[in-house]
């Protein structure tokens, strides 16, 4: 509640919320619900304040039309969602597993919403656990358009509460804990590290800096965020980036079933390709 009433000094008209709207959906392919507006006036309001402006509108003027400008990484960090965990929607994880167990040569895998770390990191430990040995020539790649998320996801440092939920066994494992003035949190181990690779990604640039094949890519919890014809769009161009096996990873209130032709359900938020092994004509 404080937070919506200092910002009252600012006026976020229809006319500046529906360039909020359309800025975001070219930028990024956010297509933001109308309903959204108090938090587009919260997140941005800070912003406002931090550059001595008092109008929405001289704020919007230094994004439209100004495709280089530097406060664009400020704008899209503030209205993209960073809501994560370690091991959420633990359901894929042991399907990871097997399906990596399963494969021949070296382990790639894409996580195109890296947030702050906790999917990659699960997927990093998954695939040690799965591959001993193995997982050392294992690679994940980790993206999100969220700079400031991609800090704290490539600095590998959470809260002891927030690792509470992993095993005993993983906690010792593949964490540090932290000792004097560091005691309240954990670091992930060098070798844990040394498996993820962490670079910033606009999933509607026209060229990704990303090569594939991936065994498995993850693209969870994101789509919901684009309008139909942009998840298609990118769903298109997954496939070609997937081994013929491959596997890609959705979230629980995704569905990709009717949008495109180039993926077909295996399981519980799980697609193949089309044209993959076991396929229907």
């Not at 709207?21 to 956010?30: K, N, S, V």
């Not at 399963?102 to 770390?117: D, E, F, L, R």
């Not at 699960?122 to 020539?137: D, H, P, Y």
């Not at 993983?170 to 560091?182: H, L, T, W």
Request: proline share 4%; aromatic share 10%; with cysteine.
């Amino acid at each position: 509640m404080t937070e919506v009433a200092e910002s009252r000094d600012l006026k976020l008209t229809h006319e500046d919320f529906e360039r909020v709207r359309r800025l975001i959906h070219e930028r990024a392919g956010i297509a933001l619900a109308l309903h959204k507006k108090e938090m587009v006036y919260s997140r941005l309001a800070r912003r406002l304040r931090t550059l001595g402006l008092n109008q929405f509108k001289s704020y919007l003027d230094l994004l439209d039309g100004h495709a280089e400008s530097s406060e664009w990484e400020h704008f899209v960090n503030a209205l993209t969602t960073n809501l994560t965990s370690f091991f959420r929607e633990a359901h894929h994880f042991p399907i990871l597993a097997d399906h990596v167990r399963a494969q021949s040569g070296n382990i790639k895998v894409w996580c195109c919403a890296a947030s702050t770390g906790e999917e990659p990191w699960s997927l990093a430990m998954t695939l040690t656990e799965a591959l001993g040995s193995k997982a050392q020539s294992a690679k994940i790649v980790a993206t999100d358009i969220d700079t400031k998320a991609l800090a704290t996801a490539a600095a590998g440092i959470y809260p002891i509460a927030q690792i509470e939920k992993l095993s005993m066994e993983q906690r010792k494992r593949f964490f540090m804990r932290g000792v004097g003035a560091r005691s309240g949190v954990a670091r992930v181990n060098p070798a844990l590290a040394a498996m993820v690779e962490y670079q910033q990604l606009n999933l509607l640039e026209a060229r990704w800096s990303v090569e594939g094949p991936f065994d498995a890519i993850f693209c969870r919890n994101i789509m919901i965020y684009f309008d139909k014809p942009t998840q298609k769009r990118i769903l298109e161009r997954f496939a070609p980036l997937l081994k013929p096996n491959g596997l890609l990873f959705a979230g629980h209130s995704e569905n990709f079933t009717y949008l495109t032709d180039a993926f077909r359900l295996q399981g519980h938020t799980v697609y193949g390709l089309s044209s993959g092994p076991g396929s229907r004509p």
